[in-house]
Each structure stands twice: as structure tokens, then as C-alpha cells.
């Protein structure tokens, strides 16, 4: 399956084609938007982008993390690099 931004990727566990998915969170303290790809056959997750969006003093700030690498789950060592924009 092919994601918005043309790449494909193939399961590390299992080899089978990953499906490109969107999450979207809402709490009191702002919105996140997670771009990830999940295997339909393990559940195996790779995390692709993080959009966070939250109000500071009257304004409304936006934080990117790009994943660079594959990822077991959001928990252990992250390579990610952050761009505030």
C-alpha cells in the first residue's frame, strides 16, 4: 500500500505489505496527529510522523517528529528528529 508521499513499506517481522494509517488524538491540552504504518497480519507498527498542536500564551504552536527509524512500539529508544515550526 502506497502513502501519501509515494514510499511503500514491507513488514520487517513478517514481509507482508503495510498499510498507511491516521490517528488522531484530542485531549484538554491540544491535538495530535500520528502517521504510522501497521501490518494486517502481526500488527507490527511503524511510526512515521508526529504532528502535535497545542495553545502557549494566546498562540497556537505546531511540533513535527520524523521518524527515522522503524519502531517496536512508542515506548524504548527513539531516533526522531524534532523541527518546531
Do not use: F
Not at 3 to 19: F, I, K
Not at 34 to 63: E, M
Amino acid at each position: 500500500m502506497h502513502s501519501s508521499n509515494g514510499r511503500r513499506m514491507t513488514c520487517p517481522r513478517c514481509g507482508t505489505p503495510m498499510e498507511h494509517w491516521v490517528e488522531i488524538e484530542i485531549s484538554n491540552g491540544g491535538k495530535q496527529i500520528k502517521y504510522y504504518y501497521k501490518c494486517p497480519r502481526c500488527s507490527y507498527r511503524v511510526n512515521d510522523l508526529v504532528l502535535s498542536i497545542k495553545r502557549q500564551n494566546g498562540a497556537i504552536v505546531v511540533t513535527k517528529e520524523e521518524y527515522k527509524t522503524p519502531m517496536r512500539s512508542r515506548v524504548g529508544n527513539i531516533k526522531r528528529v524534532n523541527k518546531n515550526e
